[in-house]
């Protein structure tokens, strides 16, 4: 088995970071701000767009209005994302992320503090009955499992600096599961944070730090660095 580790050296074109490409598959540093793909709610441009733009032959097998896309990341979100080139590694990482092989760490900052260095959230996610646009947790809801660890606490910021590993992948797992905690990530207003100035606008403390996966018997692993803010924020 071969591995191949990559540390982020970042390619921009319009706003959108190469870190990595072959002929399989694209890894991209996802700003904050922008949407993975398109929405029925939204017309602009999209990391999708991106992608068929640069690789037109995506559309002639990719699914309809997520060509290339196997996972995504919100809108507020930055970090790594991975996006098939060609269609048998389209539908290896799709199973990949199905059946929970893909490695994926984030990191965030989040208001106040966790009750412990580190642990496991096993918290059931349901669709938010007062709020559409939410998730929340409920008896009800999908098994959500997410680790985290904590880095560093600013206790004259009062904020953490934590890392997080997804076991399951459901929508908005991380910002519910830190608000159910009463530690919602910073600048995360529909996750009850509090507005912080020195955070843009369609942006919360949360990154895609890490991802490995393997693909055609070689172990890749991608590391990238979260947007400035988040130094901006702690340096205060």
Same mark, same amino acid.
Not at 32 to 43: D, E, I, R, V, Y
Not at 77 to 100: H, P, Q, Y
Not at 125 to 132: H, V, Y
């Given at each position: 088995?071969?591995?191949?580790?990559?540390?982020?050296?970042?390619?921009?074109?319009?706003?959108?970071?190469?870190?990595?490409?072959?002929?399989?598959?694209?890894?991209?540093?996802?700003?904050?701000?922008?949407?993975?793909?398109?929405?029925?709610?939204?017309?602009?441009?999209?990391?999708?767009?991106?992608?068929?733009?640069?690789?037109?032959?995506?559309?002639?097998?990719?699914?309809?209005?997520?060509?290339?896309?196997?996972?995504?990341?919100?809108?507020?979100?930055?970090?790594?994302?991975?996006?098939?080139?060609?269609?048998?590694?389209?539908?290896?990482?799709?199973?990949?992320?199905?059946?929970?092989?893909?490695?994926?760490?984030?990191?965030?900052?989040?208001?106040?503090?966790?009750?412990?260095?580190?642990?496991?959230?096993?918290?059931?996610?349901?669709?938010?009955?007062?709020?559409?646009?939410?998730?929340?947790?409920?008896?009800?809801?999908?098994?959500?499992?997410?680790?985290?660890?904590?880095?560093?606490?600013?206790?004259?910021? @009062?904020?953490?600096?934590?890392?997080?590993?997804?076991?399951?992948?459901?929508?908005?797992?991380?910002?519910?599961?830190?608000?159910?905690?009463?530690?919602?990530?910073? @600048?995360?207003?529909?996750?009850?944070?509090?507005?912080?100035?020195?955070?843009?606008?369609?942006?919360?403390?949360?990154?895609?730090?890490?991802?490995?996966?393997?693909?055609?018997?070689?172990?890749?692993?991608?590391?990238?660095?979260?947007?400035?803010?988040?130094?901006?924020?702690?340096?205060?």
């Amino acid at each position: 088995m071969v591995y191949r580790c990559y540390c982020f050296r970042s390619l921009k074109i319009d706003n959108i970071e190469i870190v990595y490409k072959n002929e399989s598959f694209i890894i991209f540093n996802k700003p904050n701000g922008l949407l993975t793909h398109p929405t029925n709610k939204s017309t602009e441009i999209t990391l999708r767009d991106y992608l068929i733009n640069q690789y037109p032959t995506i559309l002639t097998w990719g699914e309809d209005g997520r060509e290339g896309i196997v996972h995504r990341l919100d809108r507020v979100t930055s970090g790594l994302i991975v996006c098939a080139l060609k269609l048998d590694s389209f539908m290896e990482l799709k199973d990949k992320f199905k059946n929970r092989n893909i490695q994926k760490k984030y990191i965030a900052l989040i208001e106040g503090s966790l009750p412990s260095e580190s642990g496991t959230l096993k918290l059931p996610l349901a669709r938010s009955i007062q709020n559409r646009s939410k998730r929340t947790v409920s008896e009800t809801g999908r098994d959500s499992i997410t680790n985290y660890e904590v880095i560093k606490i600013y206790e004259n910021l @009062n904020i953490s600096k934590i890392e997080l590993g997804l076991i399951t992948g459901r929508n908005h797992q991380i910002r519910a599961h830190m608000e159910y905690m009463k530690t919602p990530i910073l @600048n995360d207003t529909l996750y009850s944070a509090s507005r912080n100035n020195l955070i843009p606008t369609n942006s919360i403390a949360l990154h895609s730090g890490f991802l490995k996966f393997k693909l055609n018997d070689i172990v890749h692993s991608f590391s990238a660095e979260p947007p400035n803010f988040f130094y901006q924020v702690l340096e205060v």
